[in-house]
């Protein structure tokens, strides 16, 4: 059995400490970084030569949400310059086979992120080109928001098609996740949980991740924290 997967998402880091910030949660199993244009979500937040920097600065494998148009064109680029994982929006491309090779040709894992408004039935046919699912639990563009219960339905249903070995793929959770919220994420059958807030707003950032992957593997069906 796999262990419960934490991404801290450095959206509520504090920028102009990013190598710190990143120090501070090490023992993570990735670093989940928010890519948004202004465009595909009305803010703005950072981009490829910070993904580049932050590349050297840390261990953790780099998960990059790319909340931005056009992703056929910019997210190779992530995956060429180190990211372990490049994740598009279904919302975002006519395409998303297309880009998910491109992401993998270039080097990375491939991922597919659904709003939480998207239901995910269009999309379970070509789940098989991705890596992971990234299930929105908040509206994306913006940290601190207030998880969605409703949306668990997606990773329940993706989760029985990984189960019954039709696909293999990481379910991933992002949106309002934190202790309270954790176990119902991890009842539904999520693998990775993408945490913020609940993160860097702890006195200590590592010890919240443990926390938080306690939690999960408490009450989940299949993760584990035993070796």
């Known amino acids: 059995m796999a262990h419960p997967m934490i991404a801290p998402s ?8 990013l190598a710190d910030e990143a120090a501070a949660v090490a023992g993570s199993d990735w670093l ?16 490829l030569p910070v993904v580049e920097s932050l590349l050297k600065a840390t261990d953790i494998p780099l998960d990059c949400h790319l909340m ?9 680029p992530y995956a060429e310059a180190g990211a372990y994982n490049v994740t598009i929006h279904a919302e975002a491309t006519d395409d998303p086979i297309s880009v998910a090779r491109d992401i993998r040709a270039a080097g990375a894992k491939a991922g597919l992120s659904v709003k939480p408004g998207t ?9 098989k ?6 299930v929105m639990s908040v509206e994306p563009g913006f ?18 098609l ?4 039709e ?20 009842e539904a059958g999520v693998d990775c949980f993408v945490a913020g807030s609940a993160v860097y707003g702890a006195a200590d950032p590592a010890e919240a991740v443990r926390k938080l992957r306690a939690q999960a593997a408490a009450v989940s069906p299949h993760l584990t924290l035993a070796v």
């Open 32 to 47: 989940h970084v928010d890519v948004m244009d202004a465009h595909f979500v009305p803010n703005l937040t950072l981009g």
């Open 167 to 186: 696909l293999t793929l990481i379910v991933e959770i992002d949106g309002g996740i934190n202790t309270d919220t954790v176990e119902a994420a991890a």
């Open 10 to 17: 450095i959206l509520s880091a504090d920028f102009a400490r």
């Open 143 to 160: 940290g601190g928001q207030s998880f969605i219960p409703d949306v668990l339905s997606k990773a329940r249903a993706v989760r029985k």
């Open 129 to 134: 080109e991705f890596d992971t699912l990234l």
């Open 162 to 165: 990984v189960d019954s070995g």
């Open 68 to 76: 931005i148009e056009n992703p056929g064109r910019w997210a190779p």
């Open 119 to 127: 239901p995910i039935e269009p999309y379970l046919e070509i789940l």
